[in-house]
Every structure is written in structure tokens, then in C-alpha cells.
């Protein structure tokens, strides 16, 4: 008889890769929902960065431009009209605040809160 046991055993093995496979699987169900924010931000910034401020911006021309990213980078949610532009003195806000859902099993899906603010001059 051995006087000490060696190894692992099955159960002890389960409970090491079960977690570890949970937070991989929870991983790879939200990566597509960070890769999809990614393309809002770097479609906000785009905007911000091809429009000019000054007196004439306005609202109109700021949306055709956002529409324009969005079709793009090809990104179907949000739509470009849920971004919130809002004017503050002489700047410009754009705001895209919205949440997305990465579905686990079954009824079981993880809930994102996203919000992405660029200003535009100021």
C-alpha cells in the first residue's frame, strides 16, 4: 500500500475545469458584444474627428455623418438615430448609451450596459 496518495482524482479534476470552462464559455459568449461597442466608440470618434465645429455645425450634418460610420463598420445595434447628440454652448455632445444581451443557456443570458461620450470642439 502506498503510504501517501499521488495525482488528482476525477472528481478533483472537475471541479478544477468546470469553472475554468464556465468563465471561457461566458467569454466567448461576449466577445462579439464587446467587438460590436468597440465599432460604436471607434464610429464615434470617427464622426468627432471628421466634422469641424463651428457656427453652421448642427445637428443634421453630425447624424449624416454618424450614419455613414455606422454603415461602414456595418453595425446593425444600436441604430445610429438611438445616439443622442445634444448641443452645450458651442460644443457638441454625441452619447451612445445603450445595453446588449450575450445569451448563456438557455433563459440564462449576461446583461451589458454600455456608454460612450465624445464631444465634438468646446
Known amino acids: 500500500m502506498y503510504e501517501r496518495q ?16 464556465l468563465v471561457a464559455y461566458a467569454g466567448m459568449r461576449v466577445a462579439p458584444v464587446y467587438l460590436n461597442y ?13 466634422v469641424r465645429s463651428d457656427d453652421s455645425l448642427n445637428r443634421e450634418a453630425i447624424r449624416t455623418t454618424l450614419i ?14 438611438d445616439v443622442s447628440i445634444q448641443r452645450e454652448g458651442r460644443a457638441w455632445t454625441l452619447e451612445a448609451k445603450y445595453e446588449d444581451t450575450a445569451p448563456l443557456f438557455a433563459n440564462l443570458s449576461l446583461l451589458l450596459s454600455f456608454d ?3 464631444h465634438i470642439g468646446g
Do not use: C, Q
Not at 468597440?38 to 471628421?50: E, P, Q, Y
Open 6 to 21: 499521488r495525482g488528482i482524482t476525477f472528481v478533483g479534476w472537475l471541479v478544477m475545469i468546470v469553472p475554468i470552462a
Open 38 to 50: 468597440m465599432k460604436v466608440a471607434r464610429a464615434l470618434d470617427a464622426t468627432a474627428s471628421n
Open 68 to 81: 455613414r460610420h455606422f454603415e461602414i463598420d456595418s453595425i446593425e445595434y444600436p441604430m445610429a438615430n
Open 116 to 118: 460612450k461620450v465624445v
